[in-house]
């Protein structure tokens, strides 16, 4: 269960920028011949630490899962297994209180996928300290750096309107010595808002849920702390 959570969250970050915090993690052993960049380099999300890098191989998807059942497997008879899920080839296991695991996908000149080390544990703190709606709940929070200064992105399911998930923020960050923010991204369905507070910045983005009952509203929150 735990690999495939780190899984998800590797291929949610696939195609972004990386984003990093301070944590202490190994690097996972990379396939001789892949190319590598840094998705997520040192970052918190729920609580666990993590490493991700996406990478390009010459070789088949299928090839890297051997290669690295072959590094990971106790013996040659007892063999970890990798399975193949939605289009991609995903193996994993726990060692030395971290998850390391390995998505991979073909492509045209090879396959491309990610390289991701977690945590086996999550950090004692796992709420968010931004102020949170009544009748909301929380989905995710990420910690990272952004333009050199500690931030968080939350999301929330909230079982309220848009409009009062609107006033809501708008009468309590005022109140706490947040200004509003011009913003021009605003639709008839969609509603973001962008405060600031010394040096302190968020954007948050309202979204209707339609399927998600009883929840009507998506909240996303991304505040730096300054």
Not at 106 to 131: H, Q
Not at 209 to 218: A, I, Y
Request: aromatic share 10%; hydrophobic share 40%; charged share 20%.
């Amino acid at each position: 269960m735990k690999i495939a959570f780190i899984l998800m969250i590797a291929m949610q970050l696939f195609m972004t920028s990386s984003v990093q915090a301070k944590t202490a993690l190994p690097d996972i052993n990379v396939m001789p011949g892949m190319k590598t960049k840094w998705v997520a380099d040192n970052f918190i999300y729920n609580s666990y630490p993590m490493n991700i890098q996406q990478f390009e191989s010459s070789k088949s998807a299928q090839a890297v899962m051997e290669y690295y059942q072959s590094l990971w497997s106790i013996n040659k008879t007892n063999k970890l297994p990798y399975r193949f899920e939605n289009g991609r080839y995903l193996i994993g296991r726990e060692n030395n209180k971290t998850i390391q695991s390995v998505s991979a996908a073909d492509d045209s000149v090879g396959s491309y996928g990610s390289l991701a080390v977690s945590s086996a544990t999550p950090l004692v703190r796992n709420t968010a300290l931004f102020p949170t709606p009544p009748y909301a709940t929380q989905l995710t929070m990420l910690e990272s750096v952004d333009i050199g200064n500690s931030a968080q992105s939350i999301t929330l399911h909230s079982r309220s309107e848009i409009l009062i998930n609107k006033q809501w923020y708008e009468h309590t960050l005022k109140s706490s010595g947040w200004v509003k923010m011009d913003s021009n991204n605003t639709t008839d369905e969609t509603v973001e808002m962008q405060f600031q507070k010394n040096k302190q910045l968020c954007r948050i983005k309202l979204y209707p849920l339609k399927r998600e009952l009883p929840f009507k509203t998506l909240i996303l929150i991304h505040w730096i702390k300054g």
